[in-house]
Every structure is written in C-alpha cells, then in structure tokens.
C-alpha cells in the first residue's frame, strides 16, 4: 500500500463533503460513532471493500457491519427487515444495535459478509456519520458505509480520533474527530433465531432491553472459547487485545481482588484496573504506552451492560478468567 498523508479534521461541512467525495472514489474514511470510530468505505464497491481489509490487517473471513440512515434504506438494499426487525429498529436506531438479516438479492456484495448469506446492518447515532450517509444518497445514487472499528485489526477498539491515528496514520487520508465516543463499546450484534433474538456480541442495546420484545439468548460464545464456527465469525478472531497479559479476576470483594492481583504479579511492570465500559479501551491502550506487562482487571456481574464489558474482557484476557470464589469455596 502506499504511503498517504492522514489528515485528522474537525466535522464542519467542508470535512464533510470531502469524505464523501473520497467515500465515493473508494477511499476508506475514519469517522466516529457513538460506539466506537469506524473505518468506512463505500460498501456497494468490492475494491473499497479489500481496501478495509487491507488497511486494518483484518482477517478475510470476518464480515462487517453496513451503516444505512433507515429500514428503508436497508430494504431498498436488499435486506429482509421483518416485522420482529422492524420494530427494534424502531426502538433501537439510531443507535448501538446491529441487526443480522437475510439477503434478498446480490445488491450488497458478497465481499461484504464473506459469501455469507446475511448482512449485518445498523443505523448509527452520530449526526457527522448520518450526514455522510445521507449526502452520498442524493441522485439516485447509495452510499451505505460498511464499517469495522477503526484499530489496526488485533488492538483495542478506538474511542478517540487520537487512537485511530496512531494504528492507521499514513493508511487513510481523514480521519473526522467527533470527540471521545459516549458508549466507547461496540454495538450489540443479534440475529434472529425462529422467533427468538440471538445475541452473539453484547452492546449497549442489553439482553434486558431485548428480552421485552422477544425472548433472547445469549450466544456461548459471549462468554467462553467456542471451537470450531461460531455464528458471528468475528468472534473466533483474537481481538481487544493490549501488548499486556491480561488476568480477568472474578471476586466478592475489591479487597480480594486486590490481594490476588498482588500475590500474582511478576515483577513491577503491572495495573490493577476497574475500568467502566467508556474507557475501557483507552485504558488498553494507556497501559501499553506505559509498557505495563500485566494487568489484572476485576469481571463486573454479567448483566446490563456489564454483560458487554465482561464480554471484551475475559476475551482481551483471552479467556483466562480467575474465579476467586470457586477457590475459596475448596478453602485455598
Ligand atoms: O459499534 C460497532 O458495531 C462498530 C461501529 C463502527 O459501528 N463496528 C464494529 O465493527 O464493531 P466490527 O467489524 O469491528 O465488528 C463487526 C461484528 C463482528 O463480530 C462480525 O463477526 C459481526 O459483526 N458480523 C458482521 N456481519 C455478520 C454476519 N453476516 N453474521 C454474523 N455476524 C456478523
Ligand atoms: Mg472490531
């Protein structure tokens, strides 16, 4: 790939004709959402498509998600909103909820979802974004963004337009700076099964809030290695991962915690943290900058948002999770 100049610019109108002239010539653009920053890239054209692969390193057959600005946008892309899809749409979009539906025909390529008969779809809740999907789809033309978050594939996700330059400065020619995200989680991922919702990512969107509609599971793969193919295919991937080993630490109290995080660090390179879901990855990224070798990070209960937050920390952990109650329970 060649080398580009980044540049990194504030969301004024000027920006935002420019990233959608450069969307149209098949460019990758950075722009945040309230989730995290997205790399966008015009997801009707295959060679835009390749070029987020190619600039974030990213696995092949892991699929993205398309942003559209509403259902009907969706529909008139070839997407079977359903009735039960419709009416979280309704409630959830604008916001941190991806849906994913079957494909009526071949309008959004296969590069798109890997040859995967679905596509993931979401509408995002970030004015700058909207307003790009927007302008783009004047004139009988579409621009529906697919979007991964906007890391070098295999490091924290990015909440601030700061962490996207450092993994892809010289790789993308703009990056829109909307601030630090509100969520700075990624967005929950279902899929429906029959009539019930299948959650293979949890997000802001949570299994309490879905349950109201439909009744809702929640996928294996949220909480432990599943072998084999998953549903969502980006979940086998190793992801969320700082430089650091990461020790998740199930405890009944921050004392507990405290004292098995000092009785197994190695050496003093190491962070004990308790971060919120805002600034999870910022603190990744933070303690890698300091060169910390260790971190021991204490699991929130799996549920509301907690559930999203254990979700991208035993698996930045890479699954080595402590349960300091089991241990006690057998008096050790
Ligand atoms: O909040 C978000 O969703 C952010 C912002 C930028 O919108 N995007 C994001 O994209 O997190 P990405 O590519 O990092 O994650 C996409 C997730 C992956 O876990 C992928 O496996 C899943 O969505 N996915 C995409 N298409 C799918 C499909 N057809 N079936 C199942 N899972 C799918
Ligand atoms: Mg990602």
Redesign the pocket.
């Known amino acids: 790939m060649s080398k580009v100049y980044t540049i990194i610019a504030e969301p004024d109108n000027a920006t935002i004709n420019k990233a959608v002239e450069l969307l149209k010539a098949g460019e990758s653009v950075a722009l945040p ?1 309230e ?4 790399l966008a890239g015009n997801a009707l054209e295959p060679s835009a498509i390749a070029k987020i692969f190619a600039v974030k390193n990213r696995p092949q057959d ?4 398309v ?1 559209v600005s509403d259902v009907e946008m969706a529909r008139g892309l070839g997407l079977e909103v359903h009735s039960q899809a419709e009416k979280l749409a309704e409630m959830f979009w604008p916001g ?1 909820l ?1 849906m ?1 539906l079957k494909k009526v025909n071949d309008t959004i390529p296969p590069q798109i ?1 890997c040859g ?1 008969d ?3 779809v ?1 509408v ?1 809740a970030d004015e700058t974004f909207l307003k790009i999907i927007k302008k783009g789809s004047q004139n009988n033309s579409q621009l529906p963004l697919a ?3 906007a890391n070098a594939s295999g490091s924290p ?1 990015p909440t601030a337009a700061a962490h996207v330059y450092s993994d892809l400065n010289g790789k993308i020619p703009l990056i829109i700076d909307g601030g630090e995200c509100k969520i700075g989680i ?2 929950t ?1 279902i ?1 429906f099964d029959n009539t019930k919702i299948r959650i ?2 949890p ?1 802001a969107v949570t299994p309490e809030m879905l349950s109201e509609f439909a009744e809702t599971l929640i996928d294996d793969a949220v909480y432990e290695k599943v072998a084999g193919t998953a ?5 086998k991937h190793r992801h969320y991962s700082p430089k650091a080993t990461v020790t998740a630490v199930i405890a009944d109290s921050e004392q507990a915690f405290l004292d098995y995080s000092l009785n197994h660090a190695h050496g003093r390179n190491f962070a004990v943290a308790s971060p919120d879901a805002q600034t999870l990855f910022a603190k990744f990224r933070q303690l890698d900058e300091l060169g910390a070798n260790q971190i021991f990070i204490r699991l929130p209960e799996p549920a509301g948002l907690g559930l999203a937050l254990y979700n991208r920390i035993v698996r930045a952990a890479e699954f080595n999770v402590i349960d300091l109650r089991i241990i006690d329970l057998h008096g050790n």
């Open positions: 959402t989730t995290v920053y997205g892991n699929p993205l998600i942003h941190p991806t994913v979802s995967l679905t596509v993931a979401r995002p979007a991964p978050s996700s990624e967005s991922v899929a293979l990512r997000g549903q969502s295919p980006g979940v």
